[in-house]
């Protein structure tokens, strides 16, 4: 409850495409306590119980608690968002049933410098 909630907002323009993404969230999110892995243990129950398909979306920045709900609900799709190359983000693929990269995120794991000529995107899905 006295946690700051992460905060994206995205900014398009029209003319280019062009996104300024301006966030606000703690630079060290702290440890998740007992009592609201309690609670997401409640939440992983319920959504077992349910015996609907379940999908967690992650995107690397709150890393414990999607370590933690893939853990407790294991038959979960995961799909990830990794916008920048991060150990967390490396470490949370391992989990990962699909994972969503940006160029950025590409071009910084295979050592590229750039991905912007089709011959340097079919080397890059070579590898």
């Known amino acids: 409850d ?3 909630t992460p905060l994206a907002s995205v900014l398009v323009n029209r003319l280019t495409g062009s996104r300024t993404i301006i966030t606000r969230k703690m630079q060290t999110p702290p440890s998740l306590t007992y ?3 309690l609670k997401l243990d409640d939440l992983a129950e319920r ?3 349910s015996e609907e398909p379940v999908t967690i979306l992650i995107d690397g920045h709150e890393a414990e608690i999607s370590e933690y709900l893939i853990k407790k609900l294991p038959n979960a799709r995961v799909v990830m968002d990794g916008g920048s190359l991060r150990a967390s983000n490396i470490k949370l693929a391992a989990w990962t049933d699909y994972f969503v990269v940006s160029e950025h995120f590409a071009r910084d794991y295979m050592s590229y410098r750039s991905l912007s000529t089709e011959a340097e995107i079919k080397a890059a899905l070579i590898e």
Do not use: N, S, T
Request: charged fraction near 35%; avoid cysteine.
């Open 2 to 4: 006295d946690m700051i």
């Open 47 to 49: 959504l077992i119980a």
């Open 35 to 37: 009592e609201q892995k």
